[in-house]
């Protein structure tokens, strides 16, 4: 007894399978041979297509076709969801978010530029006040790679032949979305691509030929550790010295510190229950850093370093535990003195005595 192979039902293989014997452009009579072809309902086949549908009893199987379709699709059905933060119930407000808030609420093109050292949530902090309003945001992270291609766009190869794709920047300038460049230090000059763009012009795309002009509310904000003039103490590796006309076209620069420790514990507070714990942590982190702005040690601690703690703490269940795994990435050194520190700002700390002195060799 012969038994017959089923044949997979594919959105790939019934597409293949249409555009070999019919062309891109197919109706509700090749979908039912192509039903027969599969030995499936036409049902099915019609689901298979769901984002190549063009009207009523009309499909377009190429890919550029799909992807307007469904893009259209997405507008209509709302228009925000994709592209606006979603809100985070444990974010504190702190730093400098109300002035970015006020810069995003007012839809006025005024480029920003905040720097701060790691993990003091500049990111987070632009992300929230675009949730808090309900504003769309694209964020780009930045490489010593990235290019003109990867900001403004380009050909694509699409169903055999090479098709326009608008990168970030054109898409913000056309929604009229904020635009997040994230590590903007990291760029090299390829970032100059993006000069008009700063000043409000909007762009010309020399490829296809069109003027694309900033929509209400488009706006840059830019994210950094240094401030453009590369990293001199060597901490930050990979940030460059930035071409003084482009820094020249961010309006304000905003300097983002570390949370005072109220603020921090609040912070902490949201991701653990042990406030005295947060509390011990935020006085640890505000000594550490103290030493570091007077030159005493070469690591701090970051309100991101803290959380992890936290975290660490939630899933462990001990504070000695959360606070080791968490600053092992230190050297041996640095993650002594740190130890030696938090052990004597809590007395319920039980580290080993082994962590606290220098190993033999």
Request: charge should be negative; charged fraction near 30%.
């Amino acid at each position: 007894m012969a038994f017959q192979t089923e044949i997979p039902v594919t959105t790939e293989g019934v597409v293949e399978y249409l555009t070999s014997n019919f062309g891109t452009e197919v109706s509700t009579q090749e979908l039912l041979k192509a039903a027969d072809e599969f030995k499936c309902s036409y049902a099915t086949i019609k689901k298979r297509l769901k984002q190549y549908k063009k009207s009523i009893g009309k499909w377009n199987l190429t890919i550029e076709e799909a992807r307007e379709v469904f893009e259209k699709q997405i507008v209509k059905s709302d228009p925000k969801a994709s592209l606006v933060p979603s809100k985070d119930e444990l974010y504190v407000p702190f730093g400098n978010f109300n002035s970015v808030k006020k810069i995003i609420k007012s839809k006025k093109f005024y480029p920003t530029f905040i720097t701060g050292l790691s993990g003091n949530g500049k990111t987070f902090g632009v992300e929230q006040a675009a949730s808090s309003l309900n504003r769309e945001l694209i964020r780009v992270n930045i490489t010593v790679e990235t290019d003109e291609d990867d900001l403004i766009g380009g050909f694509r190869l699409s169903n055999g032949s090479t098709v326009w794709h608008n990168g970030p920047v054109i898409e913000a300038l056309e929604r009229g979305a904020i635009l997040l460049l994230d590590e903007i230090d990291l760029a090299s000059n390829k970032i100059l691509c993006l000069q008009s763009i700063l000043e409000g012009k909007g762009v010309f795309l020399k490829k296809i030929g069109k003027y694309v002009r900033p929509a209400d509310g488009f706006n840059v904000i830019a994210t950094a550790n240094t401030k453009g003039k590369g990293s001199d103490d060597g901490r930050f590796i990979g940030t460059n010295v930035l071409n003084e006309a482009f820094l020249e076209r961010f309006a304000i620069t905003l300097e983002q510190e570390y949370p005072s420790p109220a603020i921090e514990v609040k912070i902490l507070h949201k991701q653990c229950a042990d406030k005295d714990f947060c509390a011990r942590l935020a006085d640890w982190a505000q000594i550490i850093r103290k030493t570091f702005a007077d030159g005493g040690i070469d690591e701090v601690i970051s309100t991101r370093r803290l959380v992890h703690i936290v975290k660490a703490f939630e899933i462990f269940g001990s504070k000695e535990d959360a606070i080791q795994f968490s600053i092992n990435r230190f050297d041996d050194e640095t993650k002594q003195a740190f130890l030696e520190l938090y052990d004597k700002i809590d007395a319920d700390f039980n580290v080993s005595s082994d962590d606290l002195t220098d190993q033999p060799n």
